[in-house]
């Protein structure tokens, strides 16, 4: 008698520091359990991770029962990361493994590995620092995808044959956000016409701390609008400006009439795509180029020039559009290309 | 060409040359350029008789001089203040001398510095496993 059906096994690599990885890497995997019409008997999704962040983010609650989020603690070092990352991939029997931005893995613990693999690989190719890739073979490492996704930016390697450019993946669809009345319930706004502006603590500690200071900041010095601190984390530090423990942010973006924030893939992509103006602050990363991307959409800038830039804003005036953002969520076309050829 | 006076920022010397890397000076003014007008700090003023003139400008005044002549270098010159050592800064020697002969300018190894030196970040890659 013929075994039933199983579902599909995707192992999903989303080692990085920050939540930009581990954000991108679930909104396709939420995406792909959700994905009905793709492959009739589903698929099983384990993920791996060692962000700071998952500790605070529910990935587990993203993508429900039948999964698993494995959490690689993100004080270890490369040798005892990577022996972490070759003993979960020995152990595991997947269809196909996803891997998100490093080719060689983050600590170059998948260069020998991904030749032997015989599954599906796929490299998500966000964009990476051409030093890095210079003095590190990571177009080598390239021949061994099978599929190049390249999620809605320029990247190093986007005219590679085997690459793919989709739309920016967005954890969730445009019908997914709450209306604004329902978005300002959440971000604690009473008002229906007061700007809101949402200063998002996100990145290291330091980072979180300085956004943090700034929110209370420019909760001083602009009474008209309604500053929101906004962290995936309630902060038990006191601030003037209002904290909101919200995740996904992206949820409660119609209330939101300005973003603070950093030039981050998530970030940008979600005040790209919602049409929300973004006061972005380029950030110093070793692999991603946040200036570089904040500069396809206008002008990054430092902490200390934020609050001349949102007084012009709001002299300017910020509108609010009623209507529900339109766009398109790569990370479903992302799907139907890694299961097309499988 | 001489940038005007109100070009330059007040309050602040407004010399940008540095010991590895081009960055901001912070230091008060004590002097002003007489090549350019730029408020300068005492580091960045270099003595031209009764006068101080800035790193860029003596630089530049150098240079002119090193196209017109040949021979030996005066030891009137400059060339014992690490400011001047661009071109063959990685020298092994020279970065030796001017990091230990002289007081330099403490915002000589800034954050932008280090960001300049990128080649640094080469042990880096691949070994921090909190970078993104």
């Known amino acids: 008698m013929p075994s039933p059906p199983r579902k599909r096994r995707w192992l999903v690599y989303a080692l990085g520091g920050g939540a930009g990885h581990l954000i991108r890497a679930t909104a396709l995997a939420r995406a792909a359990i959700r994905s009905a019409t793709v492959f009739p008997f589903g698929i099983e999704i384990c993920l791996l991770t060692n962000s700071p962040f998952a500790e605070v983010i529910p990935i587990s609650d993203e993508l429900g029962p039948g999964h698993e989020v494995i959490r690689i603690a993100s004080d270890l070092n490369r040798d005892e990361t990577a022996q972490q990352i070759h003993q979960h991939l020995a152990e595991r029997d997947f269809d196909v493994l996803v891997v998100d931005t490093f080719p060689r893995g983050l600590g170059g613990e998948l260069k020998d590995v991904l030749p032997r693999l015989r599954c599906r690989k796929v490299l998500i190719h966000r964009d990476l620092n051409p030093e890095y890739c210079s003095l590190v073979d990571v177009a080598g490492s390239l021949k061994d995808f099978d599929l190049l996704l390249v999620p809605g930016e320029p990247a190093l390697f986007s005219s590679a044959a085997h690459a793919i450019v989709t739309a920016p993946w967005l954890i969730r669809d445009p019908e997914e956000l709450l209306p604004p009345a329902e978005a300002r319930n959440r971000l604690v706004v009473d008002s229906h016409t007061q700007p809101v502006v949402a200063v998002i603590g996100c990145g290291t500690v330091a980072e979180i701390q300085q956004m943090r200071l700034l929110a209370d900041d420019l909760s001083t010095r602009f009474e008209s609008a309604a500053i929101r601190f906004i962290a995936p984390k309630s902060t038990t530090a006191p601030t003037k400006a209002v904290a909101v423990s919200t995740w996904p942010f992206l949820e409660s973006i119609r209330a939101v009439s300005v973003i603070v924030g950093s030039g981050g893939y998530n970030t940008v992509n979600e005040a790209t795509a919602t049409k929300t103006l973004?006061?972005?602050?380029?950030?110093?990363?070793?692999?991603?180029?946040?200036?570089?991307?904040?500069?396809?959409?206008?002008?990054?800038?430092?902490?200390?020039?934020?609050?001349?830039?949102?007084?012009?804003?709001?002299?300017?005036?910020?509108?609010?559009?009623?209507?529900?953002?339109?766009?398109?969520?790569g990370v479903h076309q992302a799907i139907e290309l890694i299961e097309s050829a499988s | 060409m001489a940038n005007e006076a109100n070009d330059w920022v007040a309050g602040m010397c407004n010399e940008k040359s540095g010991f590895l890397f081009s960055h901001e000076c912070y230091h008060a003014p004590s002097e002003t350029c007489t090549g350019c007008q730029k408020p300068i700090c005492t580091e960045h003023a270099h003595a031209d008789g009764a006068a101080f003139q800035c790193t860029s400008c003596v630089k530049k005044n150098r240079s002119r001089e090193s196209s017109t002549r040949?021979?030996?270098?005066?030891?009137?010159?400059?060339?014992?203040?690490?400011?001047?050592?661009?071109?063959?800064?990685?020298?092994?020697?020279?970065?030796?001398?001017?990091?230990?002969?002289?007081?330099?300018?403490?915002?000589?190894?800034?954050?932008?510095d280090g960001q300049g030196l990128a080649g640094d970040m080469d042990d880096t890659f691949e070994n921090d496993m909190s970078a993104s």
């Open chain 1, 278 to 329: 973004l006061i972005g602050i380029a950030r110093k990363r070793l692999y991603d180029r946040q200036e570089k991307r904040l500069r396809l959409t206008g002008e990054p800038i430092g902490v200390s020039e934020v609050a001349d830039r949102l007084a012009t804003l709001l002299h300017n005036g910020v509108t609010h559009n009623a209507q529900q953002p339109q766009y398109t969520n």
């Open chain 2, 70 to 112: 040949s021979g030996r270098r005066s030891t009137y010159d400059h060339y014992d203040d690490p400011y001047f050592y661009s071109g063959y800064y990685f020298g092994h020697s020279n970065y030796g001398r001017g990091f230990h002969h002289r007081d330099h300018d403490p915002f000589d190894f800034t954050e932008a």
